[in-house]
């Protein structure tokens, strides 16, 4: 697995591109638009979405979707609701049988599937792969330690991954449950609006530790109805994502609920409606497959009234901290 192409520019898809660089592989950076690929070929950075981190020159960057044909790792670093027409970019390009690695997270809103579920469905002449865990796009661009969790459906594809990938600074550990490592990226993006919010408001750090815990209790609920091992949610793809996103201004998610718990409108809080954060998009469609799943998620529910139903913050956190009192460890 020596032929590695990054689909997608992003901060997150050139971090990546950076990082299997350093880990030694043949490296394509595959931007969906050829103008935004010839800016960053010629200032040899990201400057859109990465400014600062130069790319190494061997890393190539282009806009011709041609250079998957030689691939032997594609990862996917499209927003999640480009997963779909992603795919079938990549349908006629790939070889059968080439793992694709999912660096995206979130649910797909027209048909409650998490993005997985639609490479899986989209592409099915793939392997399909996952990467998530705490990983800030701009200190895996800098070459800081940064420590992710790869699944796969099969361990020994999950550990050639990681060989592939792995670095001094970069430190994947192998995993075979693509459910609960996706499912993690997912739901943390929610609660930690909800960290947000809570301190934006003022409740301090107390409040945000309940949540984090609670909403760590409401992500291992809906693995368990899915099937995830519930293992996994107190890895790295479960709090420590979860603990990154919650606690860092450097996430567009936890800035978005501080915003909001600061008095700003949604559309205030987003630059006119510009939603940058992937749990505003995530939380309607994730309550829709709890309830689906016939799972409860009353911290992700209040995100999602305040973000999308017009509910007052007060009034919904009054709600929230009025429900009745319940064993912690209660049955799934």
Known sequence: MQRVVVYGAGAFGTALAIAARRAGREVALLARDAAAAAA??????????????????????TGDAAVLAAAEIVILATPAQSVRAAAAALAPRIQPR???VLATKGIEQATGLLAGEVLAESLPQARVAMLSGPSFAHEIGQGLPTAVTVAAGAEALAL??????????????ASTDLIGVELGGVVKNVIAIACGIALGRG?????????MTRGLAEMARLGHALGADARTFIGLAGIGDLALTATSTASRNYSLGLALGRGKSFSEATGGGKVLAE???????????AKREGVEMPIAAAVDA????????????????????RAEQAAY
């Open 40 to 61: 960053i070929a010629q200032a040899g950075e990201n400057r859109a979405y990465l400014p600062g981190i130069r790319i190494d020159k061997a890393i190539r960057v």
């Open 160 to 173: 050639a991954l990681v060989q592939a990938l792995g670095s001094v600074s970069f430190r994947p550990y």
């Open 306 to 325: 305040v973000l999308h139903r017009g509910a007052a913050v007060d009034a919904t956190i009054k709600e929230l901290l009025a429900r009745p009192f």
């Open 98 to 100: 080439t793992p694709v």
């Open 279 to 289: 749990g505003a998009f995530t939380a309607p469609a994730l309550l829709a497959r």
């Open 203 to 211: 409740f301090g750090e107390n409040a945000r530790a309940a949540l």
